[in-house]
């Protein structure tokens, strides 16, 4: 079977935040993955989920725990989850503690698919439906068109990037 | 050694299309790459030549010879050539004659990088490019976040949508 | 009455032009401005009828005298034609000698608005929205942020610019 | 002399803000505006200048006092200024009461330009030139497509539009 069935879990994130024009602040309304996939020209199946619409520095670990329950009782071996950047090693660790033998690979933005072209998500999005599709089981995360594994990663907060612990692995 | 030095071939398509405000007609310039790699946030090891700038369909077989020879002659095992979707696979079909121990993915677009959100350029490029690190040795088209291998793919010129010849395999 | 009804009349133009993905080539769907108009958070009392979806190399003596009654006829003292720029001169010329007691504002694109952040037609839109409601009674052609007299001004087909044609007037 | 020479002051604003991708907040670097007159292909004789680079919220008395200096000691008769939305009322009043015998226009935008185009800014930047060559000598705002009169204008801060105070004037 060619086409692998693939369930993306929608968390939030910088990925899907919008600008409040009355407030001047961002918030979530509905996720754009579908919208993306479509503009992607994707006809892959893939099934779109969404647990929480939430910045990931709020994530709590009850929030987390339903996203592993939700990777580990599905049917699908090739999960793709939106998430937000801050605490996304965090719930990656998680989901690889519950070893399971599927597929999962988390992706964020640095800026909301909204604002435009200058936006990363759009790239991002192509290369974690890539990495999911092909990669062996495991928890990666998909970051500036590179994968990494969940134990060898870190959000360096000065510079925005994703970066190996050990660059030598 | 994690980071996997990537060649990034240009030979034009509709890619890097721009419109030209005083004919009304699409034309090359430059190629839009390295600022979308840019905007990808991409950190990793690419290095972008332009072997041509030309409409696939205008394609000769003294073009695709220089393609394989580039491809060949080069010190890199994994090859991403952006590339007209219309004549896509017969240069996929050349370049896997030459029996290159490589990871080579040819990728284009529907719609012109330059047309802005509604291109799916930027997505295409990013599963592109996830997929020149991953996939074993041999030549692939990606497109529509898939990957297709290049003797079981074929572009549907009605739906303009790539699609496998034999759907079993 | 502080806020004057404005008619908004379409003929197509390079303004509502698309990309048809599957043949490569610009053609008409729905005309852009309701969508355009919602964006600039217009409140104004506008009506929008399309008249037709042409190119404006290929509009005839009887497409200009539609647009020539329907300017005659219409309840409206303030109406913005969106035009093809390469014979929008022409049609000026036709509505002027009708000698109507209004103000109509022509104006185009030079790059179609689906084409995104490029394009110069969400601004001169905007422009030609504001002429509509201030200039005296007249016929003019918007663009790049100015207006033109109707028997003042030409296109540059070299360099894609509307000019006057006796700067000095 | 068919062109008149405009000034365009920068404050900062909405208009000009721009996304931090580290902090995931909004800031200020340069004025958006060269580019944006480029982008709607403007020959017009425009001299911009940046006075501040503030949200409208932080504008303080000493600040506006410097916004009507420049207007009151330049040689230009059309200035054009952008401006955040939450003071722009106040500080078009104190400018009318300098009693200039000059065309004034404050804009802004709800949505920053960089956020592509689900902006505002292009269009009514588009609207506010046009009204800043044509309106008679007056303190003008100019928000969706429209210009409202200094002394009869508020934004309502629960929708995020400009109204009129006596919408019968």
């Not at 060619?2 to 009355?22: C, M, S, W």
Request: with cysteine; proline share 4%.
């Amino acid at each position: 079977m060619r086409k692998k069935p693939v369930l993306a879990l929608i968390t939030g994130g910088t990925f899907d935040k919008e600008y409040n024009l009355i407030t001047g602040e961002l918030f979530f309304k509905d996720t754009h993955l579908p919208e993306m996939f479509q503009l992607g020209r994707c006809t892959l199946d893939i099934t779109v989920r969404t647990l929480m619409m939430i910045d990931s520095l709020q994530m709590t670990d009850d929030d987390r725990r339903l996203v592993v329950q939700n990777c580990s009782r599905c049917e699908f071996d090739h999960i793709l989850i939106t998430h937000g950047t801050d605490t996304m090693v965090q719930t990656a660790e998680m989901i690889a503690q519950a070893n399971l033998n599927k597929t999962i690979v988390l992706v964020g933005a640095m800026i909301p698919y909204k604002f435009g072209m200058s936006s990363d998500g759009f790239f991002n999005l192509g290369s974690a439906l890539a990495y999911t599709q092909v990669l062996p089981a495991g928890v990666y995360i998909a970051m500036h068109g590179e994968y990494f594994h969940w134990d060898n990663v870190r959000k360096n907060r000065k510079t925005g990037y994703f970066e190996p612990i050990n660059p030598d692995l």
